[in-house]
């Protein structure tokens, strides 16, 4: 996701932009945990690079090295019936009780980079609890996969490996619905 940074002098009035090339060069992994300071983020708070999509209140974390496809999955997805939570990072805020809450920082509600085209505005949720993780730096191997779980915040949530194939968006989108059965 490209983020505008204020504009310097010699820019000639051009938003500079801040990639997740830069994120690389700071030595920040994918779905690592990028502390920051910011009203926005409360003790029990942190930030994923990452991009969270929804359906109603059901959330989707899409983690993986920069390049790999978060974004346009996320894209995928939305035109088939999702939300945007957050594009490119993802506050994620571990309640008293239950699943994981998802939120976009304000900088970037409702945006999302299209590689190719540019960032575009979208609708989006401003919350969502998160009910899976899908990690796009592995790709899964068993036609039924096992349960795998992540940690994030202190909680254990779903872990999904990519699927080659045109129907991991649309598969992703109904398991969100809560059609998965139970391996």
Same mark, same amino acid.
């Given at each position: ?39 926005? !983020? @409360? ?20 983690? @993986? ?11 995928? *997805? ?31 509600? @409702?945006? !999302? ?29 068993? /036609? *039924? ?8 915040? @202190? ?6 490996? /990519? ?21």
């Amino acid at each position: 996701m490209n983020l505008l940074l204020p504009h310097r002098r010699g820019d000639r009035g051009l938003a500079r932009p801040s990639t997740l090339a830069n994120l690389a060069q700071h030595n920040v992994h994918p779905g690592q945990v990028v502390p920051q300071r910011s009203s926005e !983020i @409360g003790e029990t708070t942190t930030v994923v690079h990452g991009t969270t999509v929804a359906v109603d209140a059901a959330a989707l974390l899409i983690r @993986g090295p920069a390049g790999s496809g978060k974004s346009s999955l996320a894209l995928q *997805m939305i035109a088939l019936g999702a939300s945007l939570v957050s594009d490119d990072r993802t506050l994620i805020e571990a309640p008293d009780d239950g699943p994981p809450v998802a939120r976009p920082p304000q900088a970037i509600a @409702g945006l !999302i980079e299209a590689r190719g085209i540019g960032v575009l505005h979208v609708a989006h949720r401003t919350r969502a609890r998160l009910c899976a993780v899908v990690d796009l730096s592995e790709s899964e191997m068993d /036609r *039924m996969p096992p349960l795998r779980v992540t940690h994030l915040v @202190g909680r254990d949530v779903p872990l999904i490996l /990519r699927a080659e194939g045109p129907a991991f968006a649309a598969a992703l989108v109904q398991l969100l619905r809560g059609a998965r059965v139970a391996p």
